[in-house]
Nanobody
Framework: QVQLVESGGGLVQAGGSLRLSCAAS????????MGWYRQTPGKQRELVAT???????NYADSVKGRFTISRDNAKNTVYLQMNSLKPEDTAVYYC??????????WGQGTQVTVSA
């Protein structure tokens, strides 16, 4: 079992920045693939970024060059630094963990709202 707690969402003007954090517990964090996804009403949840236990990173095209995912294995935490935010980045952001047994876990979500 993996428990995930997100923080850092909020309201920001277009062009601004936010940093999301996701603290994990309940499993060996360094072996877990972590990721951020987002969802808007009426749409499917979509990938934002993932980072493997080995540090390999993948970004959605829509956030490349603006968002940075990172992890601190000592703190069992994954971060999403979001710069140059756009109104279309408005969504509920979810932290995801995939264990070595390929079980998938989700956080409760944190709202990010970008005003024009």
């Amino acid at each position: 079992q993996v428990q995930l707690v997100e923080s850092g969402g909020g309201l920001v003007q277009a062009g601004g920045s936010l940093r999301l954090s996701c603290a994990a517990s309940g499993s060996r964090f360094s072996n877990i693939r972590m990721g951020w996804y987002r969802q808007t009403p009426g749409k499917q949840r979509e990938l934002v970024a993932t980072i493997t236990s080995g540090g390999s990173i993948n970004y959605a095209d829509s956030v490349k060059g603006r968002f940075t995912i990172s992890r601190d294995n000592a703190k069992n935490t994954v971060y999403l630094q979001m710069n140059s935010l756009k109104p279309e980045d408005t969504a509920v952001y979810y932290c995801n963990a995939v264990s070595v047994s390929f079980s998938s876990y989700w956080g409760q979500g944190t709202q990010v709202t970008v005003s024009a």
